[in-house]
Nanobody
Framework: QVQLVESGGGLVQPGGSLRLSCAAS????????MGWYRQAPGKQREWVAT???????NYADSVKGRFTISRDNAKNTVYLEMNSLKPEDTAVYYC??????????WGQGTQVTVSS
C-alpha cells in the first residue's frame, strides 16, 4: 500500500519560513520523481516544484528563489523549504510521486496559511 504523508504546514506571517516534509512508503522511493503542488481556495491545483530521481530540480516561476525542494532517499522523504512567504502562497500543499508515466501517487495535503 502506497502512502505519502505530508507534514509541516501551519500558520506563518508574511516573510516567514516553513519546511514541509513528505514521507513515502510502499514505493521504491529512489526511482520516483517527487513533486510538490498546491491548491488555493477556488483555484485549480498548480505545480510548485519537482526533483527528479537524479536530483535535478525545477520550480514554478512564482516560487523560484524562495522555495527549495530536496530529497533524502535514505529516509524516503522529500522536503520543501519555503522562505519569504507571501499571502498568495496560502494553499493546501500536496506531495506527488511519479514514475514512468504509469505510477502516480498523491498525499492528503497539508495546509499552509500566510497571514498577519
Amino acid at each position: 500500500q502506497v502512502q505519502l504523508v505530508e507534514s509541516g504546514g501551519g500558520l506563518v506571517q508574511p516573510g516567514g519560513s516553513l519546511r514541509l516534509s513528505c514521507a513515502a512508503s510502499g514505493i521504491i522511493f529512489s526511482i520516483y520523481a517527487m513533486g510538490w503542488y498546491r491548491q488555493a481556495p477556488g483555484k485549480q491545483r498548480e505545480w510548485v516544484a519537482t526533483i527528479t530521481r537524479g536530483g535535478t530540480t525545477n520550480y514554478a516561476d512564482s516560487v523560484k528563489g524562495r522555495f527549495t525542494i530536496s530529497r533524502d532517499n535514505a529516509k524516503n522523504t522529500v522536503y520543501l523549504e519555503m522562505n519569504s512567504l507571501k499571502p498568495e502562497d496560502t494553499a493546501v500543499y500536496y506531495c506527488n510521486a511519479a514514475y514512468s508515466g504509469l505510477h502516480d501517487y498523491w498525499g492528503q495535503g497539508t495546509q499552509v496559511t500566510v497571514s498577519s
